[in-house]
C-alpha cells in the first residue's frame, strides 16, 4: 500500500492541546473560552476530513516521531480504521463542546474551564489513539486518555464522585498495566515489532494455541475501557459525573478507545487469518456474547435513566467486539461500523437525558409520564436514538446490526444468531416502554407540570444534530464502509 509523509496526524492531535493554556487564560471570559473550544474543535475536524480523499484512495498517511528502538517508534499512521475513528470523535467534539454550553451554564455547574480543559486533553488523545501506528504508541494514548479524563469523572468533587473515581483508574489503569503492558512487551520479545499490520506480526509456527490464547484474553480484558464484563463496573459508576462527560465516556473517546484498541489488536497484531487458523474468534464472541445478554437483562432493571443507558453501553460495545470476532467479511463490516452508528444513536440518547435533567431535574425514568407532551423535541431525538440502538430503521444501527447478522450465518453458528436477535428485543423492552410512557401517559399532577418546557437552544440542538445524522447514516454509511474495505481488504 502507498504511503505518504505528512505532518497532519500530528497537527490533528496537536490542535487541541495547544488550546488548553488559552482556554485556561480565557477562564475569566466564558465567550472567549467558548469561542476558542469551537475554533479549535473545526480546525482539528479539518484536519482530519483534509486527509480522507488520500485514503480513500488506498493510501495510507504515516509519521515518525521518534525511534526508540528496533522495530519500535512513537509513529502516526491513518489508515481506513483510523480514519473512520477520528472522523466520529472529532465531529462529535464539536456537537459535545455546543452541548456542554448549554448544559454547564444553565446548571451554574463550578469548574467549567477545567472542564473544557481536561475535555480538549481528553480529544487529543482519543485522535493521537485513532492515528497510532504501532501498539506502543496506542497504549501511550490510552493511558493519557485514562488520566484525562479522571477530573471529568470526578467533577462534582463530593463523596460519591472521588469513589467512583477511584474505581475508573482502579480498573481502567490497573487493567492496562497489568494486563497490557506484558502481553505488549512479549509480543515484542516474539516478533521483534509492534507495528499494526494487516496480515498481523505473528507466524502460526511461532505461538501455540495456548499461549496465543492468554495473550488475547489479556488485550480482551486489559483495554477495560470497552467494558467487557466483569472489568465493567466502572462505566455506571462513572455517571455521577455531568451528561456532557457521560456522552464524552460512552460515545466519543473513553469505550470506543476501548473497543478500537481491541479491534486494532486482533486485526493488527493477531491477523484475522491466524486467529482463524487457531479458531480463537469464537471464545472471544462468546465473551462477548455474554457481556452482550448479561448487561442488557442489568439495564432493563434500572430506573435511573443514566444507569440504563451505562448498561445499554456496555451491552453495545460487546456488539463491535461480537462482529470482530465472528472473523468474517460481514461480521467485521457490521462490527466496526457499529462504532459509528452506535456513537451517533448513544450521544443522542445521553443528550435528550441531560436535557430532560436540566429542563425538569429529573432523572428516573418512572418520573418522566407525560414528559413527552412537554418536552415533544427531545423525546423525538431519544426514539431516533433509541431506534439505532434497538436495530431499527430508519436509523443508521439497522445497517451494522444487518451485517453483525449477515456475518453469524457465514460462521453458521446459529447460537450467535440467536444471542443478537434476543438482545435487540432486549434493547426494545428497556428503551420502548420510555416513549409510550413519555408520550402516552397522563403526566404526575403537581404545579411545576404546567411550566416545564424543552432545555435551553444550547442544549436541544445539539440533540437535533445527532439525531438527523443517526437518520442519515442509513441512507448515506457508503464512505465508512469503504473505509473499513480499504483497511481490512475485505
Not at 500500500?1 to 482556554?23: E, F, G, R, T
Not at 507495528?195 to 488475547?216: D, H
Amino acid at each position: 500500500m502507498d504511503q505518504i509523509v505528512s505532518i497532519k496526524p500530528l497537527l490533528a492531535v496537536l490542535v487541541s492541546l495547544l488550546v488548553i493554556p488559552i482556554l485556561i487564560s480565557s477562564s475569566e471570559k466564558p465567550n472567549v473560552r467558548e469561542g476558542w473550544t469551537f475554533a479549535a474543535g473545526i480546525i482539528k475536524f479539518l484536519i482530519v476530513c483534509s486527509m480522507l480523499p488520500i485514503i480513500l484512495q488506498g493510501k495510507e498517511i504515516v509519521l515518525t516521531l521518534v525511534k526508540i528502538a528496533p522495530g519500535v517508534s512513537l509513529a502516526f499512521k491513518v489508515d481506513g480504521l483510523g480514519m473512520l475513528f477520528a472522523l466520529v470523535a472529532s465531529s462529535l467534539w464539536i456537537i459535545t463542546s455546543m452541548y456542554s454550553i448549554g448544559y454547564m451554564r444553565t446548571l451554574k455547574e463550578h469548574g467549567q474551564t477545567r472542564f473544557v480543559s481536561f475535555f480538549a486533553l481528553a480529544i487529543s488523545a482519543t485522535i493521537g489513539a485513532a492515528f497510532s501506528a504501532n501498539l506502543l504508541t496506542l497504549y501511550l494514548f490510552y493511558e493519557i486518555l485514562s488520566l484525562a479524563t479522571y477530573p471529568l469523572v470526578t467533577h462534582h468533587q463530593d463523596e460519591k464522585s472521588k469513589i467512583s473515581g477511584r474505581r475508573y483508574l482502579t480498573f481502567i489503569l490497573g487493567t492496562s498495566v497489568g494486563l497490557v503492558l506484558p502481553a505488549m512487551l512479549y509480543c515484542y520479545h516474539v516478533t521483534g515489532t509492534l507495528e499494526f499490520t494487516n496480515g498481523g506480526i505473528f507466524q502460526a509456527a511461532q505461538m501455540s494455541k495456548p499461549a496465543l490464547l492468554v495473550l488475547l484474553l489479556m488485550f480482551v480484558f486489559g483495554f477495560a475501557k470497552a467494558g467487557i464484563m466483569p472489568f465493567h463496573s466502572w462505566l455506571p459508576a462513572a455517571m455521577v459525573a455531568p451528561t456532557p462527560v457521560s456522552a464524552l465516556l460512552h460515545a466519543v473517546a473513553v469505550v470506543k478507545v476501548g473497543v478500537f484498541s481491541i479491534v486494532r489488536v486482533m486485526t493488527g497484531i493477531f491477523g484475522i487469518d491466524l486467529l482463524a487458523h487457531f479458531d480463537l474468534g469464537i471464545i472471544v464472541a462468546v465473551i462477548a456474547a455474554i457481556t452482550i445478554l448479561v448487561s442488557s437483562c442489568i439495564a432493563l432493571s434500572q430506573d435511573e435513566l443514566k444507569r440504563r443507558l451505562a448498561f445499554s453501553t456496555i451491552s453495545q460495545l460487546s456488539y463491535i467486539i461480537f462482529g470482530v470476532a465472528l472473523l468474517t467479511p460481514m461480521g467485521l463490516l457490521g462490527g466496526i461500523i457499529h462504532i459509528v452508528m452506535h456513537a451517533f444513536g448513544k450521544i443522542t440518547l445521553f443528550f435528550c437525558a441531560g436535557a430532560i435533567y436540566v429542563a425538569t431535574g429529573k432523572k428516573y425514568i418512572s418520573q418522566m409520564k407525560g414528559l413527552g407532551k412537554k418536552m415533544p423535541i427531545t423525546f423525538a431525538a431519544f426514539f431516533i436514538g433509541a431506534m439505532g440502538v434497538i436495530g431499527l430503521p430508519p436509523a443508521g444501527g439497522f445497517f451494522s446490526k444487518w451485517y453483525l447478522l449477515l456475518g453469524t450465518l457465514e460462521t453458521n453458528h446459529k447460537i450467535l444468531m440467536a444471542v443478537l436477535l434476543v438482545s435487540s428485543f432486549l434493547n426494545a423492552f428497556y428503551f420502548l416502554p420510555i416513549i409510550y410512557q413519555a408520550f402516552f401517559s397522563e403526566p404526575e399532577e403537581n404545579s411545576e407540570a404546567a411550566v416545564i418546557q424543552e432545555a435551553p437552544m444550547m442544549c436541544v440542538v445539539p440533540l437535533v444534530i445527532t439525531a438527523v445524522i443517526s437518520i442519515m447514516l442509513f441512507f448515506y454509511p457508503d464512505i465508512f464502509v469503504n473505509l473499513i474495505k480499504i483497511s481490512l481488504g475485505i
